[in-house]
């Protein structure tokens, strides 16, 4: 039993961040991960809130001003939890994931773009980034180049 509870504290925190959330999911998404807030930086159309684990992996999550969690962008030397960090997302990527990956060769950079989701991932250890976002969920006008 004391085994398992040290195994549990020597793992990386998991990042966690509720894609189509509510604003609200931001402050559990922080204890979650035990991050710290680095900054929340609100924009006309948007709020970033930026944390970073202990593992030293930041993510942002984007809140648009209805409260929705539009996007999640991460970068830092370990891959944050999918499952997590997609929510109610992650199968609708994983099965887009693995349809991509059956149609190319090799390895690099994922470019998952379906209607309702997009996902791109880039990295090595201790090198990762991506972001992911829902299209119906970004207010309107704003440019996908402020999801980074």
Do not use: K
């Amino acid at each position: 039993m004391l085994c398992l509870a040290l195994t549990m504290l020597a793992r990386p925190a998991p990042v966690t961040a509720a894609l189509g959330g509510n604003e609200t999911s931001v402050q559990s998404d922080r204890a979650q991960m035990r991050a710290a807030l680095l900054r929340m930086t609100r924009a006309e159309r948007y709020t970033v809130h930026e944390m970073r684990a202990p593992s030293g992996t930041v993510v942002r999550e984007y809140v648009s001003t209805t409260g929705a969690v539009f996007a999640v962008a991460w970068s830092g030397p370990w891959q944050p939890d999918l499952r997590q960090v997609l929510g109610t997302y992650f199968e609708q990527y994983v099965q887009a994931a693995h349809a991509v990956r059956a149609r190319r060769a090799g390895h690099g950079p994922l470019l998952v773009q379906e209607p309702g989701l997009v996902v791109q991932l880039s990295g090595h250890p201790r090198a990762f980034a991506g972001r992911a976002y829902v299209p119906v969920l970004v207010p309107q006008g704003l440019g996908l180049d402020i999801i980074r």
